[in-house]
């Protein structure tokens, strides 16, 4: 039984693979309609989602299996105190796979250890994001129709965005990739990411605070808001909330051919001006977020053939 903690869980092989095959659902989503008739996936959602949550659902309901779970701790037995360990064993007996979201580091982790089907990261706390990562590498393939060779700029909350985290984690095994990271000092990178992923593999990369510097060199930028929910005090969230905000003006010195991703909810950091410029991309990671996890959901059941 595989589970998909970390985007480490996968080799560049599977990813490669879990791409070819959500493009192969892209161009013919009728072969994949009943491939998991009478399969269920339960989503459990300890902490708010839109998209990762929905997209779980729309997934399996695509491939014609079922869904069931809960959208907030509230809803479930955890607020009378039930632990994820006995969770996981409980709706093990009704699904065939759980996708988890958890506000707690490493939650997931420790389900996976008691869980009778296969467990899904679906995001927890500032750690991890591996879905998020898998949808965002679809989307670079679909754009840049490749994997290496290109600079990208991560800007905004480097310090909690977890799915900043693990695109880093993901793209340091692909070659000849230039990291750009842009943030106030309070939002750097954490250092055990730039030690264990990055300098660990030889791989340079460049810290900044102002985004104008770097933006002609890119040809991906990597928005994130800021995570108002990992902050101790609300007057520091206040104080960095509005960093960043990418509006039409600072996109005249970009590439024309620049990859606008962010993988939302937006806050401010992204003016709604800049949404019909063919380089924002953010939609269509949203919708290749559900294709992507199509594909997951199929090689955790052991369906993808
Ligand atoms: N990108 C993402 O995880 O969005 P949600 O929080 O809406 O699931």
Redesign the pocket.
């Known amino acids: 039984m595989r589970h998909l903690i970390d985007i480490t869980d996968l080799t560049v092989g599977e990813i490669d693979e879990l791409i070819s095959v959500s493009e192969r659902i892209i161009d013919d989503r009728q072969s994949f309609s009943d491939i998991c008739k009478g399969k269920k996936i339960a989503t459990l959602f300890f902490e708010?989602?839109?998209?990762?949550?929905l997209s779980f659902e729309a997934a399996m309901l695509e491939l014609g299996g079922s869904v069931l779970g809960f959208a907030s701790a509230d809803s479930s037995s955890a607020s009378k105190g039930e632990s994820v360990s006995d969770t996981v064993r409980t709706v093990g007996c009704y699904a065939d796979i759980i996708a988890m979201r958890h506000p707690k580091e490493g939650a997931p982790m420790a389900a996976s250890k008691y869980s009778p089907v296969p467990i899904i990261n679906a995001?927890d706390g500032g750690h991890n994001?591996p879905t998020?990562t898998l949808a965002d590498l679809l989307t670079i393939q679909r754009e840049k129709k490749r994997l290496d060779s290109f600079t990208i700029g991560f800007c905004g909350d480097l310090m909690f965005g977890r799915?900043v985290h693990s695109l880093i984690n993901a793209l340091s095994r692909y070659e000849n990739i230039k990291f750009i990271f842009i943030s106030p000092e309070e939002l750097r990178l954490p250092a055990y990411i730039k030690e264990d992923t990055l300098n660990k593999k030889g791989i340079p990369f460049t810290e900044v605070e102002r985004l104008e510097r770097v933006i002609p060199m890119l040809d991906i930028l990597y928005m994130t808001r800021v995570q108002r929910e990992r902050f101790f005090n609300e007057a520091d969230y206040v104080r960095l909330k509005d960093s960043y905000i990418l509006e039409p003006q600072k996109l005249l010195s970009a590439k024309k051919d620049l990859s606008i991703l962010h993988?939302?909810?937006r806050v401010n950091e992204i003016s709604h001006n800049i949404d019909d410029d063919p380089r924002a991309c953010y939609f269509k990671q949203v919708l290749n977020g559900k294709y992507i996890r199509m594909a997951l959901i199929l090689k955790l059941l052991g369906l993808e053939g």
């Open positions: 708010p989602s839109t998209r990762t949550r995001g994001h998020q799915t993988p939302l909810p």
